[in-house]
């Protein structure tokens, strides 16, 4: 049975002062009926290592350079972060496809760059509102997916993660109907039966398109959606945490 996992993504929101509060207040409350994992900004990873130490409350960073080191000035490489800890790496959100350009190759030399440092990726893909109202919503995934089944044998990708994030659903006002989710998340669970039936059974896909509170429990008990990825939600314990309890 493939175990829940809740993850909050900060993006660029944080300071020392919330992880001095948010960590203690989940770690308070948090219970090992799923898996919890933070992504804070990578300024404040140092930090987030010191709370979390000894805890069940895993971290990972929200990006990682597809290179393990050099003369790449501003860059952070995956070597570097498995030194501070983190145990998973974001690879190919949404933003950083559409903000920063980020192709689906680069994307999977990411994943392989994280693999290769003993943690897991979190491997993002999505769609538009466009491709979606077009009928693209299969070609698009599964040209953001293939390249990273590619890159890798099956034994390589074993306890890596996909997530989900329709970029027409995220912090616009609509949402994806359960239908919708399920039908999404059982197709990409069958792109992975293609490529191996034993890794189809056990990798986690999760769902990350504006995941709240008061729709976590209808997601979240869906037969093919193993956790959430969430965004503002996670920026207050109290919410990550009830999106949390509602995991089972």
């Known amino acids: 049975m493939r175990k829940k996992c809740i993850m909050g993504n900060w993006k660029m929101?944080?300071?020392?002062?919330?992880?001095?509060?948010w960590v203690p207040a989940i770690l308070a409350e948090m219970s090992d009926q799923c898996?919890?994992?933070?992504?804070?900004?990578?300024?404040?990873?140092?930090?987030?290592?010191?709370?979390?130490?000894?805890?069940?409350l895993q971290y990972g960073a929200q990006n990682v350079s597809e290179h393990s080191g050099g003369a790449y000035t501003g860059e952070i490489s995956s070597p570097m972060l498995h030194d501070v800890g983190c145990n998973f790496v974001l690879a190919g959100h949404s933003e950083r496809r559409q903000y920063y350009g980020e192709t689906s190759a680069l994307v999977a030399d990411k994943a392989c760059a994280i693999i290769q440092s003993n943690m897991t990726p979190v491997i993002c893909i999505g769609e538009t509102l466009a491709q979606r109202e077009a009928?693209?919503?299969?070609?698009?995934?599964?040209?953001?997916?293939?390249?990273?089944?590619d890159a890798m044998t099956p034994e390589q990708f074993e306890g890596s993660i996909i997530a989900y994030e329709p970029v027409w659903a995220i912090g616009t006002g609509m949402a994806a109907t359960e239908e919708q989710v399920q039908s999404v998340?059982?197709?990409?669970?069958?792109?992975?039966?293609?490529?191996?039936?034993?890794?189809?059974?056990v990798t986690r896909i999760v769902y990350g398109g504006s995941v709240k509170p008061t729709n976590a429990r209808a997601l979240?008990?869906?037969?093919?959606v193993d956790g959430a990825l969430i965004g503002g939600a996670s920026l207050k314990a109290e919410e990550f945490l009830s999106i949390g309890q509602q995991a089972s």
């Open 185 to 201: 998340h059982a197709w990409i669970r069958e792109q992975v039966a293609s490529w191996s039936e034993k890794l189809a059974s």
């Open 135 to 149: 009928g693209e919503t299969d070609t698009v995934l599964a040209s953001q997916l293939q390249p990273v089944l």
């Open 220 to 224: 979240l008990s869906l037969k093919d």
């Open 13 to 21: 929101h944080g300071s020392v002062a919330m992880c001095r509060e």
């Open 35 to 56: 898996d919890y994992v933070v992504f804070p900004p990578a300024l404040y990873l140092g930090e987030v290592s010191q709370l979390c130490h000894n805890t069940a």
